[in-house]
């Protein structure tokens, strides 16, 4: 199992910027493609994006493409998703994940990764 901390989450006003971090230790760490997800209040888990072990393929929903980023660093142990003109429906809880062996690189079914962590609470308003 890999144990995932997030942090990096604050309140930003609309077109700011944030970057979170996603801190894993455990199982090896590098050997796995890693997932971003968000849950806004009242509504479903949904992903934002996946990046796979070496970095090398990245993978995103459609409403954050040209504006996060996803990146890591496998001798730090980190993910992380970098967040530019953020919107106000991008308020959510963030939450990164380990994307099980065997699934394919760009699903996006939170079924499809396990070993979650806390989360981190983005807020983007005025």
């Known amino acids: 199992q890999v144990k995932l901390v997030e942090s990096g989450g604050g309140w930003v006003q609309p077109g700011g910027s944030l970057r979170l971090s996603c801190a894993a230790s455990?199982?090896?760490?590098?050997?796995?493609?890693m997932g971003w997800f968000r849950q806004a209040p009242g509504k479903e888990r949904e992903f934002v994006a996946s990046?796979?072990?070496?970095?090398?393929?990245?993978y995103y929903a459609d409403s954050v493409k040209g504006r996060f980023t996803i990146s890591r660093d496998n001798a730090k142990n980190t993910v992380y998703l970098q967040m530019n003109s953020l919107k106000p429906e991008d308020t959510a809880v963030y939450y990164c994940?380990?994307?099980?062996?065997?699934?394919?690189?760009?699903?996006?079914?939170?079924?499809?990764?396990?070993?979650w962590g806390q989360g981190t609470l983005v807020t983007v308003s005025s």
């Open positions: 455990g199982r090896s760490f590098s050997s796995y493609s």
């Open positions: 990046i796979s072990w070496r970095g090398g393929l990245t």
């Open positions: 994940a380990v994307r099980n062996p065997g699934t394919n690189f760009n699903t996006r079914r939170t079924t499809d990764y396990a070993d």
